[in-house]
């Protein structure tokens, strides 16, 4: 058995401010037995002696505690039962200082820089991070440092950053910065964290609009934040004010609009509305209360009327429109006429007045008589004006 040839291949592998990572390569011959091992020597530059560093079996090996800033030499001998090998010897001294690296977060194991949680589960987010020296890294959100909390919090490895969110809640779904620093410089990266659940409740105020007797279209705007899974549907519940008992209106309502029908005139109501996504249905919003009724009502009175071209068989009365008209335009008037000394009002007109006159026929000669009017629009007839000033039904004397 001889002694073996030296290692192969010696190399440094990592500098530190205070160590030095050397690998090398099996030798070339073993000399006919099995190495048993290597011996790592290192020699301070400007001394005489080399220092025994270790002896190791395997073929790497980090020498520590060594200066900041000063030159070493190192060399490596291989051991078998014969003896010790000729060492193999770096040709150039190493200088002992940390070796400067940018930081780099490496986002590529998470697709769109997101990540996603079950509501109430838990997360843990590993990021590689690499930089010398190793860099310190945060997390914020919104421009403000996340406050680190048994329940979410981060850990920072020699080669990664990692997030832990435990029993996560919709509030913690949004956008976060990493920033990683060292003396050599600074970067940033995004990570969104998404928590699956059902979603927020629905955006108010409920919009009221286009009351009618009988239907109501109520608007709103989607949840604020959606669960991760976009918004499937609505349900729309409906109560009267006089209960408390709420009714579904529909749970199929695809947009962020309805009309609902069937509604009892009169009836003052309140409205709820919830989203839904596939991980189930949101808290809800409220509208105000609204009493369905026509958007309009009936007209005012007209102005108190007035008698012209009076004779014994006819006499021409006027008017003026009504100051309210209701909301809605006046379609026509109805005009009733009695005798004086009658409380008997009666119709003067067979079909709706498109004017704001009409010559009355059907008279007896040598009454008093006295007129009133009513405006109708679409809600119904008004109420009546004041009555005429009375008029003798008679042929005016030449």
């Known amino acids: 058995t001889e002694r073996p040839s030296p290692p192969e291949k010696l190399g440094v592998t990592n500098v530190t401010k205070d160590s030095v990572s050397l690998a090398w390569s099996k030798p070339e011959h073993d000399g006919g037995s099995k190495i048993l091992g290597y011996l790592v020597e290192a020699l301070e530059k400007g001394q005489q002696k080399w220092v025994k560093c270790a002896v190791v079996k395997t073929t790497h090996h980090d020498i520590r505690g060594l200066k900041e800033n000063v030159d070493y030499f190192f060399r490596v001998f291989a ?43 838990n997360l843990k987010v590993d990021i590689p991070v690499s930089g010398r020296p190793l860099p310190k890294v945060t997390l914020s959100r919104d421009g403000l440092l996340v406050k680190s909390t048994l329940r979410f919090n981060t850990e920072t490895t020699a080669e990664s950053i990692i997030i832990h969110l435990k029993e996560s809640v919709a509030a913690d779904a949004g956008s976060y910065e990493l920033t990683a620093s060292n003396s050599s410089g600074t970067t940033k990266a995004t990570v969104k964290i998404v928590v699956l659940d059902r979603p927020g409740p629905p955006v108010g105020p409920v919009v009221i609009s286009d009351v009618t007797e009988d ?25 009267e004010t006089s209960t408390a008992a709420w009714s579904e209106v529909s749970s199929t309502v695809a947009r962020n609009v309805t009309k609902v029908m069937k509604l009892t005139k009169g009836e003052e109501y309140q409205f709820r509305i919830k989203a839904e996504n596939r991980f189930g249905i949101s808290d809800h919003i409220d509208s105000e209360c609204v009493t369905v009724k026509l958007p309009y009502t009936i007209p005012g009175p007209p102005s108190t009327p007035w008698v012209s071209n009076v004779t014994r068989e006819s006499i021409t009365v006027g008017w003026h429109e009504p100051v309210s008209n209701g909301g809605n335009t006046v379609i026509g008037y109805h005009l009733e006429m009695k005798d004086r000394n009658s409380i008997l009002w009666q119709k003067a007109n067979k079909t709706i007045i498109r004017t704001s006159h009409f010559k009355v026929t059907n008279i007896s000669a040598g009454l008093i008589y006295e007129f009133r009017v009513y405006a109708e629009n679409a809600a119904g007839i008004g109420k009546a004006s004041h009555q005429s000033e009375p008029v003798l039904a008679i042929d005016a004397c030449m």
């Open 79 to 121: 051991e078998n039962q014969a003896g010790l090998s000729d060492p193999k010897e770096l040709l150039l001294p190493v200088t002992v200082k940390e070796k400067l690296e940018s930081p780099e977060i490496d986002m590529r194991g998470y697709p769109s820089n997101t990540v996603y949680v079950r509501a109430g589960s």
């Open 215 to 239: 239907s109501i279209t109520l608007q709103w705007e989607p949840p604020g934040y959606d669960g991760g899974s976009q918004v499937t549907n609505y349900i729309v519940l409906k109560r």
